[in-house]
T-cell receptor, first 111, second 112 residues
């Protein structure tokens, strides 16, 4: 699976959009981009995933660049409860047993 | 009720003791997983099971064993606990169709 690079930390103001970048320049054509988050010591929580097209659900939006080498997770209206470590993961659907969590981005939402 | 439950939530045990961590799920998924997380690090896969008869080692299976008693139950055992197995353990379930995994609340294990 392709490696991902995320900034180690970022701050966001409550009520504002949080834009979390992820680089995955070695992604291959059949690999998906997944986002999870982990609120302090809780089990990781699935957020969203995508292949080529932008995706949106009740939690977030995922914007994938046309060349698929990077993506951005958007939390449209960040709340204090969105403070967590966010993980960007690239993997092929056939390898769904391999969920490789890196260091992620620690997002702190401030009032 | 939670879709994935883990028991116990916290456990302190002594070196050399055998301990079992249990996981149950109500999502009806065939696939189940055990991960461990050490402070400040990401999750590492210990074992995974694609169905009751299909169990596979992950990247750090030494010192651990598992049992898939039913589709809904997947247990992790430490045959002889050692201090460097002190960690947060997570169980997860998933399906191949959608690819995402659903995690339990975790078990905090301390080996003294």
């Amino acid at each position: 699976d392709a490696k991902t690079t995320q900034p180690p930390s970022m701050d966001c103001a409550e009520g504002r959009a949080a834009n979390l970048p992820c680089n995955h320049s070695t992604i291959s054509g059949n690999e998906y981009v997944y986002w999870y988050r982990q609120i302090h010591s809780q089990g990781p929580q699935y957020i969203i995933h995508g292949l080529k097209n932008n995706e949106t659900n009740e939690m977030a939006s995922l914007i994938i660049t046309e060349d698929r080498k990077s993506s951005t997770l958007i939390l449209p209206h960040a709340t204090l409860r969105d403070t967590a470590v966010y993980y960007c993961i690239v993997r092929g659907r056939s390898n769904d047993y391999k969920l490789s969590f890196g260091a992620g981005t620690t997002v702190t939402v401030r009032a | 009720d939670a879709d994935v439950t883990q028991t116990p939530r916290n456990r302190i045990t002594k070196t050399g003791k055998r301990i079992m961590l249990e996981c149950s799920q109500t999502k009806g998924h065939d696939r189940m997983y055990w991960y461990r997380q050490d402070p400040g690090l990401g999750l590492r896969l210990i074992y995974y099971s694609f169905d009751v008869k299909d169990i596979n080692k992950g990247e750090i299976s030494d010192g651990y064993s598992v049992s898939r008693q039913a589709q809904a139950k997947f247990s992790l055992s430490l045959e002889s606990a050692i201090p460097n197995q002190t960690a947060l353990y997570f169980c997860a379930t998933g399906t191949p169709e959608r690819g995402e995994q659903y995690f339990g609340p975790g078990t905090r294990l301390t080996v003294t």
